[in-house]
């Protein structure tokens, strides 16, 4: 989230949303549609927007081409569509995105144009201060104040308190069976203006673009959608959390955490139950409760462990056991494998045998960059020993970057071999540059260390 200092009456109204909302559990807002269209709060959310990035939806447009065509005439007339509810959301472009280690698998990812992301990013800026003051402290996904990295460390230190009984489970494409009509009563819990309602309604219901094999545009969704929320859409992690506060609602209802002795820790569409010997008693409520509102966990996915036997996987990091210096056997975290195995293969394409042709200095940018990205988000936990073996890993890869890049020419060129000084000169230029693991900071409880990662994108 961008900082709204730019912006004071945008941060001021939502500090009243979230106290109004917290005063009063059961109020709904009534008046919130003609803030949408507020020249504050769409420059706001253009510019968190922008701050995102993202690829173009169906309609081809870049955030340069709207800076060419003037961002304040841009978000003028898309603020009188507004105004004048003339305003009709375009269609999703869907892409899909390969699963890790998952051959003929995807992710499906719907990619809403940058015009409805920003009316969507407006609408969040209003929706967000009031459903915060709703959600469960154990709900981490998606949330000011909230990380991944507190997510973990919740799960850390429930094993260290005797949680050690893990139902490791997972949802059956969430995003994609989140029903439309019980997600809008959890909306309109809170919020009753029905244009912005209508707002919400439109974006579940748009039609869905997807190029096939052949380069045709198949067409799917639609009015007739009953189910589903696109992820991509700057709306879907809200609404997302807002539905699976049934859930945690539900748990906290029927006095699960005494009953089955547990603490449910939730991020986004992931979840894990933390029981004192009671997984399976806590496996069924969930299945219930999850099969109430339309949910259904991953049967083949979802599994109950004993950490003392075997280990868990959640959020890009492995629970198990782990063994101190002086043997000693306990309960901790290390980076996960699907993690290692990313930063190997991104280090290997940077320094492939395509990429001899960049500088030394481009090169060390490239890789300083990754090392930091990955080091920032698994940080946390067991961490000496492979920070060791990436740094050789690293190293080993500028060696072999080096050597390809004064390697031996053909004898038709007519040129010389490099002397093999050049390529030590060039090995020593580079390593001298980079960033290695083990000089990064491992500090597992400083405020720094549970904020989100700049690798995110390592959590798979």
Known sequence: MISLARWPKVRELREKLNGKAKAEKGYRFYLLYDKVFRKDFLEAAYAQCRANGGAPGVDSKTFEDIEAYGRERYLAELAEELKD???????????????????????????????????????????????????????????????????????????????????????????????????????????ADPKVLGLIRRWLKVPVHEVNERGKTVISGGKKTKQGTPQGGVISPLLANIYFRRFLMAWAKFGLEQKCQSQVVNYADDFVILTRGCAKPALLAAHKILKSIGLTLNEAKTRVCQVWKESFDFLGYTFGVQYSRSNRRYLGKTPGKKGVAKYRETVRQITASKQVSKTPETMAAKLNQVTRGYWNYYRLGTT?????????????????????????????????????????????????????????????????????????????
Not at 96 to 106: C, S
Not at 150 to 160: D, F, K, N, Q, W
Not at 178 to 187: A, C, D, F, K, T
Not at 425 to 450: I, M, Q
């Open 384 to 460: 000496v020993q492979l920070r060791h073996q990436l740094d050789g890993y690293l190293w080993e890869r500028v060696q072999i970057w080096a050597e390809r890049k004064y390697k031996r020419p053909r004898k038709s060129t007519g040129a010389k071999r490099q002397p093999a000084r050049y390529v030590r000169r060039l090995t020593d230029k580079l390593r001298a540059k980079l960033v290695y693991g083990r000089e990064l900071p491992r500090d597992h409880h400083s405020r720094e260390a549970l904020q989100e990662g700049a690798a995110a994108c390592f959590v798979q």
């Open 85 to 191: 509810r003339r305003y009709e959301p375009q269609p999703v472009r869907r892409v899909l995105i390969p699963k890790e280690n998952q051959p003929g698998k995807f992710r499906p990812l719907g990619i809403p144009t940058i015009r409805d992301r920003i009316v969507q990013q407006a609408v969040k800026l209003l929706l967000e201060p009031i459903f915060e003051a709703d959600f469960t402290d154990n709900a981490y996904g998606y949330r000011a104040g909230k990380s991944a990295h507190a997510a973990i460390e919740h799960v850390a230190t429930g094993l260290r308190n005797g949680y050690t009984e893990v139902v490791d489970a997972d949802l059956s494409k969430y995003f994609d069976t989140i029903p439309h009509h019980e997600l809008m009563r959890s909306v309109e819990r809170r919020v």
